[in-house]
């Protein structure tokens, strides 16, 4: 009997340790989920912040860039001449008489030591995948054909008409694909998946298909020829980065000039004709309208089949009121008049044609666009839907509306439509719905703002017009990565950037805190802070968040705001110069660059310093900013970048690039 019962007892002893094993199993188990989940809450956080910082000042620099556009109106009007016009290459001048220009590629000859693709026309697929094959090797199509597609693709385009319709059979499905942004491997990998286009596999695609990217040229020139050779299969939408103006500054026309360097001017003034001749839209079945940007309370579709939309060039310049137009009295402007020691930067002006700006000038004197055509097509490519009601102006972009899902349901109402699908926003999965489902935000660039930042995607419509998506990510290092590893890339990316922009805003900051700074201790409230933030930068983001990567606090909870500028500097040492000058060339250094590049004729990468001080000086007092004439002497001497009375401008603008301490370069 004890022998049972000692038994029992060890039993029960080895019942009980077992229990508490699982038990404390259970308990680890749930703590390393908690940490788990907490730690990808963290994560999460982080993700979405950095996100919206890169977009926050992406949509700031959009705005930039209309001021921009703004000064280069203010140049062309005062100082180019209407007939003006310049030697489109070294070898060769170009009559822009008529479309006489389209033929310049019979002047080019393609040397026997081209390896590249040799195109026949009309195109054929073989030619296609030619340039498919050459593209992957990094090949780049020879000036002579370059030209000769462009020009046989303004032909194709000037027999579209503004709004593409566009029927689907039963036998087959459509494929729309939004913004590329130069990012040739997501094309690729579009094609690679879904099918080349052909009579079998049509395409739309939605505009944007240049800027940002290294290889916008090569996007073109595929889409192009596919073009030619299906033109009842491949419909290409316009995108507000199909617009010489936007791409001064975004990147196509530096890579332009950097591929065909002598054949350049010739090709970006053809791309600005080809460009405007790009269809506003595309209408499917009747009852899926596709087109870039969005709509809103004014859009009207029958009114945009009607419209010239060849003359809309640029949308970064605005059309006068028509009663300036018909000579009635004008309102008076506040731009400030210019001296006559600016006649040499006027005499250059006239020569601008370089980037296509005696274009932009010979529409003052022809029969430009109305505010109304101009609003129409700026409100359908700049536009952005919000689940509130209503349409308002986007002034977070600087063009276009905000339009809700009342706005999108009279649209629908009036046309007898059942879906819209735009694209021009990111989105990290590469695609959204909103509105209830009735709008498609579509974006085909994965990688956008660094790698693994966002996947791709594109849309299958089938003919009862459901919409399948197909999500893609190119992958470079994603893969040799964690999820941690890459939130954190990301994030770090994202913080740089925004330090950079708060350090070039230095002394509007500072001014800004001191005034919650009544007893100047150096330390304010974090919502004061945040609200000083918010009324210099305006980039809508959510500073009490950002705070611990941004400046240092005391142990009461007070921010130490000068801190925010602690870890970062200028590049290269200036301190014998005006440090506000400093800022203000460090706040404008994309700027400058533009128009460092605009007067740059023969791309030498150099401009006179005379010349440079007299376009500063109009630049400064255009944009209500000092000048500091004598401290710009004295800055070129501290650099030691006066050269022969020439400036390296790259040189000159690197020095004024914002930087981590520990990453400083070298004096």
Not at 111 to 127: K, M, Q, V
Not at 432 to 437: P, Q, R
Request: charged share 25%.
């Amino acid at each position: 009997m004890e022998h049972i019962v000692t038994d029992m007892g060890c039993n029960a002893s080895i019942d009980d340790r077992e229990e508490s094993k699982s038990e404390k199993a259970i308990r680890a188990a749930v703590l390393i989920q908690k940490w788990y989940r907490a730690r990808r809450a963290r994560l999460e956080i982080s993700r979405r912040y950095s996100l919206s910082i890169f977009q926050s000042i992406e949509y700031a620099d959009e705005q930039d860039q209309a001021q921009l556009a703004s000064f280069f109106t203010f140049m062309l009007e005062r100082y180019a001449s209407p007939d003006a016009v310049d030697d489109t290459s070294s070898s060769s001048s170009v009559s822009h008489e008529g479309d006489s220009y389209l033929t310049e590629y019979e002047n080019i000859e393609v040397p026997d030591s081209y390896c590249g693709p040799r195109l026949s026309f009309p195109l054929t697929l073989a030619d296609a995948n030619a340039l498919l094959h050459a593209f992957k090797n990094g090949q780049l199509l020879h000036a002579h054909y370059v030209l000769k597609l462009l020009c046989e693709t303004k032909k194709v385009l000037k027999e579209k008409p503004n709004i593409n319709v566009v029927s689907v059979s039963y036998s087959k499905e459509i494929t729309i694909c939004g913004d590329l942004h130069g990012n040739l491997d997501d094309l690729f990998l579009i094609f690679y998946k879904n099918g080349l286009p052909s009579e079998k596999k049509p395409y739309v695609f939605n505009g944007d298909f240049v800027d940002r990217g290294q290889n916008s040229v090569e996007i073109l020139i595929i889409l192009f020829a596919f073009l030619l050779i299906y033109p009842n299969d491949v419909h290409l939408n316009r995108g507000n980065h199909e617009d010489y103006v936007i791409n001064l500054r975004y990147g196509f026309s530096n890579e332009v000039f950097s591929k065909y360097k002598v054949h350049a001017k010739v090709i970006l003034y053809v791309l600005q004709d080809v460009f405007s001749w790009l269809p506003l839209a595309t209408i499917i079945n009747k009852k899926v309208l596709i087109l870039h940007g969005g709509i809103s309370d004014t859009t009207d579709l029958d009114f945009l089949c009607s419209l010239e939309r060849n003359k809309l060039k640029s949308l970064m310049r605005p059309p006068k009121p028509e009663r300036e137009e018909q000579g009635k009295e004008r309102a008076p402007t506040a731009r400030p008049s210019m001296c006559a020691a600016n006649e040499h930067v006027a005499g250059r002006t006239r020569r601008l044609s370089s980037s296509g700006f005696s274009e932009l000038s010979r529409q003052n004197s022809q029969s430009g666009p109305t505010l109304k055509e101009w609003k129409q097509v700026m409100d359908i490519l700049w536009s952005d839907p919000r689940m509130q009601k209503g349409c308002v102006p986007n002034k977070r972009r600087g063009g276009g509306c905000y339009f809700g899902p009342d706005t999108t349901a009279r649209l629908f109402e009036r046309y007898n439509l059942k879906l819209l699908i735009r694209s021009h926003e990111f989105k990290r999965e590469g695609y959204e719905l909103t509105h209830g489902g009735k709008v498609i935000t579509i974006f085909s660039a994965s990688n956008y703002y660094e790698e693994g930042s966002n996947k791709g995607a594109y849309i299958r419509l089938n003919p009862d017009l459901i919409p399948h998506f197909v999500q893609y990510q190119v992958r470079e290092c994603t893969d040799k990565q964690n999820y941690w590893e890459r939130v954190k890339t990301i994030e770090r990316s994202a913080l740089q950037i925004l330090q950079e922009k708060i350090f070039a805003h230095r002394s509007t900051l500072t001014e800004a805190f001191e005034k919650h700074d009544c007893d100047n201790t150096g330390n304010i409230s974090v919502s004061d802070w945040a609200a000083a933030m918010e009324s210099v930068l305006c980039l809508e983001l959510p500073w009490r968040t950002l705070l611990p990567h941004l400046a240092k606090t005391d142990p009461d909870g007070k921010v130490d705001y000068m801190s925010c500028f602690h870890n970062m500097e200028i590049a290269q040492s200036t301190e014998e110069v005006q440090p506000a000058l400093v800022e203000t060339l460090c706040k404008y250094r994309k700027e400058l660059e533009v128009i460092f590049n605009i007067m740059d004729e023969d791309h030498s990468g150099l401009i006179s310093f005379d010349e440079f001080r007299k376009t500063w000086r109009i630049f400064s007092s255009h944009l209500g900013i000092d000048a500091y004439d004598a401290s710009i002497d004295k800055l070129a001497q501290s650099i030691d970048y006066n050269k022969d009375d020439y400036i390296d401008f790259s040189e000159f603008l690197e020095a004024f690039h914002v930087v981590h301490k520990r990453d400083k370069k070298p004096a």
